[in-house]
């Protein structure tokens, strides 16, 4: 059997889907299906059933995967390490992103990344997608993570994910799980700038359902003002990736509605460096460490394969 067999194995049932497993491999279906037939006739055994909604693992597929993960990482970051002194990729890689995703995610990225690639050394910094947008511009970052109010068209830019945003102020007995948007603004509210596409997001619809905002201020940085928010001087709407940690007793969380507010998340590469195997690595990292955290229940959203 061969490792690229194994790492197929795993993302099937890691995805739960053929369709989807090999969309993000960009492979065709009836390739990736017959790579499966070829490895259940070498273990003799099925790995997978069909279900409903795509795949789950058999007894056997789910003892196999269990002794194979760790050891397929491991052969995996040891062949990307070789592959990067062969090719020249060890030195350094930029990565730019939006606390929405950095937040939840920074810790689970760069250990897989420095894991698979310790050779080269990540270079992380946040910003505003507004920022984001411009460094990607300026070649100054290699991968650039960020937010829109709507899903990306075209082949430069790659939606990663959708997430819904809610209100968030300080706890105060029981609440509805959902608030209107007219209620969400009618007390004062910390609002993200326009550089920030959730700025954007409560503007535009304050705009368009003829409702006065009231600012108590104009803050980017959410977890900043948490504190503040916990000792009731004012609200916030935000995706939950926001709210990673604990103390969530102290808020009252509820999802807007009336309209339904939602938040796009966006992978975008540099021009310059598409082609480059400790870039595309990166990326890879990336949308295979958000699947997991949102299958994990780790970030709320729905991922969206391209």
């Not at 889907?17 to 090999?22: G, I, T, V, Y």
């Not at 040891?78 to 937040?103: D, E, F, M, V």
């Not at 799980?177 to 535009?204: D, Q």
Request: charged share 25%.
């Amino acid at each position: 059997m061969k490792l690229r067999q194994l790492k197929n194995f795993l993302l099937i049932a890691e995805t739960g889907n053929l369709l989807r497993a090999a969309a993000h491999l960009g492979v065709a279906q009836p390739a990736l299906s017959r790579d499966l037939k070829l490895l259940e006739e070498e273990l003799s055994t099925r790995l997978f059933v069909r279900d409903g909604r795509g795949v789950s693992l058999t007894r056997d597929g789910a003892t196999f995967r269990a002794a194979i993960a760790s050891h397929v990482a491991g052969l995996d970051a040891a062949k990307q390490a070789l592959i990067g002194r062969r090719n020249g990729t060890a030195g350094s890689i930029r990565l730019g992103w939006t606390g929405t995703i950095s937040i939840p995610l920074a810790s689970r990225v760069i250990s897989a990344f420095t894991q698979r690639f310790p050779g080269v050394e990540l270079h992380a910094r946040g910003g505003s997608s507004l920022q984001i947008a411009e460094w990607l511009a300026r070649d100054e970052i290699d991968i650039g993570v960020f937010n829109s109010e709507r899903a990306a068209s075209g082949s430069l830019v790659e939606t990663l994910m959708s997430a819904r945003l809610f209100h968030v102020a300080r706890a105060g007995g029981e609440a509805a799980p959902t608030i209107s948007f007219a209620e969400a603004t009618a007390a004062p509210l910390f609002m993200h700038s326009r550089e920030n596409a959730l700025g954007r997001i409560v503007e535009t619809c304050a705009r368009e359902h003829d409702i006065a905002l009231k600012i108590y201020a104009e803050v980017d940085d959410f977890v900043a003002v948490r504190p503040m928010i916990e000792e009731g001087h004012g609200a916030a709407i935000v995706p939950l990736s926001l709210l990673h940690g604990g103390g969530l007793d102290r808020l009252a969380i509820r999802q807007v509605t009336d309209p339904d507010l939602t938040l796009y998340f966006h992978l975008a590469v540099s021009k310059i460096k598409r082609s480059n195997p400790t870039v595309r690595g990166l990326a890879d990292t990336i949308r295979s460490e958000l699947r997991q955290a949102i299958a994990q229940g780790h970030v709320d959203g729905e991922f969206r394969p391209a």
